[in-house]
């Protein structure tokens, strides 16, 4: 027996025109030119997020280490808890007590560290700590916590660990029981001594980076 198909009237099978082929390529185009920078933006605040967050940690890990150990010497400030002769102390890559000028990236409000580049050893004591996760640690040894109820040292923490022209840094404040707060979070009327005098120093809500969520 042979089949017989019916014919099908009435139809015809099309494509797209070369034009609806082109006009949907730029639609897309344009699409993903928007969304690729907000997608990057928050990737990299997401990693420095991540970043500050490690390196919290690691400062309050190096506290109780010393704490442990030793009673916190309040006549210095957060070079007592890098041990350079033997490796111990923060895992980093490199102390930096002398050598060229470094810049970062400042913090978008500062409440002391308002400069951005720095020079390990030179006038104003400014020492550096490169970490393995890339952020770059920056104190001044001058800073010492004192003997007030809320001494602190601050310390100026760029995730990205080196200058881009934006202001993601953060100003951390490590006190001397071990409260690690950010210039957001510090307490009113912090107390950090210079040399042997003492100044206040107050919170700024704008004072940390959008990103940081703590």
Sequence with gaps: MRFQYPILTGWSATGFSLTEVVLTIVIISVLAGLAV?????????????????????????????????????????????????????L?????????????????????????????????????????????????????????????????????????HGDTNSVELWLYSDGRLRTARTMLTSTTTEDAGTPFTSNPSTTADPAWLVL
């Design 37 to 89: 920078p907000g997608i990057m933006t928050s990737a990299n605040n997401s990693k420095r997020l991540s970043v500050t967050k490690q390196t919290i940690s690691l400062i309050g890990d190096a506290f109780n280490e010393k704490l442990e150990s030793n009673a916190i010497d309040l006549t210095r400030g957060f070079q007592q808890f890098v041990n350079v002769g033997n490796g111990g102390g």
């Design 91 to 163: 895992p980093y890559n490199r102390y930096i007590t002398t050598g060229t000028a470094i810049t970062v990236d400042p913090p978008p409000n500062p409440v002391v560290w308002t400069n951005v580049t720095f020079t390990p050893g030179g006038a104003n004591n400014e020492q550096i700590i490169r970490l393995k996760n890339g952020g770059v640690l920056i104190l001044d040894t001058d800073l010492t916590f004192g003997s007030t109820a809320n001494g602190a040292v601050p310390i100026l923490f760029d995730p990205d660990g080196e200058a």
